[in-house]
T-cell receptor
Framework: KQEVTQIPAALSVPEGENLVLNCSFT??????LQWFRQDPGKGLTSLLL?????REQTSGRLNASLDKSSGRSTLYIAASQPGDSATYLC?????????????FGGGTRVLVKP | DGGITQSPKYLFRKEGQNVTLSCEQN?????MYWYRQDPGQGLRLIYY???????QKGDIAEGYSVSREKKESFPLTVTSAQKNPTAFYLC?????????????FGPGTRLLVL
């Protein structure tokens, strides 16, 4: 059974520092991996989607890498801002999963201090 | 505006009562999903539907029921059989397109037991 883990569960950094968020998964037979952002009491917003054939994806200050063989993905957020404070979740789409089922990690709660 | 709406934002359930959470989308997506999120945890799939009048159980379907009479709507009923219903419920939708499409999430409904 696929398990997705995000460590640490919480992270606090001063404004301007780069953020590094980690995601690991146990079964490398995936279609893609996705990073989401969730503000308190809100739904999820998709940040980046990396297909299994890709090594990384970039959007503005965000860069996500994928190492499928080792079961790891890392989300980098450059020059963090207080507005980046949120919970970040990663999710994988398995090849053998029915429908478009995603398996989520528990999330990393980020606080960027001004 | 295209998107997913969920109502109500907060819902209170009495012991032994069934309650229904609404989810509507105007994105013309074929697939819709219901997730449950407990504090500090990732999302777990309750039910999903890929086509009208058809739906499949997810990982934690016991105590829940759904219907898909219209493409735009996918209501979730939390029955009295669900003994621990307090959680944040998120609805999502996506195109199917080979299962590599991102899911779009609604704002969520928080269910509390009185």
């Amino acid at each position: 059974k696929q398990e997705v883990t995000q460590i640490p569960a919480a992270l606090s950094v001063p404004e301007g520092e780069n953020l590094v968020l980690n995601c690991s998964f146990t079964d490398s037979a995936i279609y893609n991996l996705q990073w989401f952002r969730q503000d308190p009491g809100k739904g999820l917003t998709s940040l980046l989607l990396i297909q299994s054939s890709q090594r990384e994806q970039t959007s503005g200050r965000l860069n996500a890498s994928l190492d499928k063989s080792s079961g790891r993905s890392t989300l980098y957020i450059a020059a963090s801002q207080p507005g980046d404070s949120a919970t970040y979740l990663c999710a994988v789409k398995e090849i053998k999963a029915a429908g478009n089922k995603l398996t989520f990690g528990g999330g990393t709660r980020v606080l960027v201090k001004p | 505006d295209g998107g997913i709406t969920q109502s109500p934002k907060y819902l209170f359930r009495k012991e032994g009562q069934n309650v229904t959470l609404s989810c509507e989308q105007n994105l013309n997506h074929d697939a819709m999903y219901w997730y449950r999120q407990d504090p500090g945890q990732g999302l777990r799939l309750i039910y999903y539907s890929q086509i009208v009048n058809d739906f499949q159980k997810g990982d934690i379907a016991e105590g829940y029921s759904v219907s898909r009479e219209k493409k735009e709507s996918f209501p979730l009923t939390v029955t009295s059989a669900q003994k621990n219903p307090t959680a944040f419920y998120l609805c999502a939708s996506s195109r199917l397109a080979g299962g590599q499409e991102t899911q779009y999430f609604g704002p969520g409904t928080r269910l509390l037991v009185l």
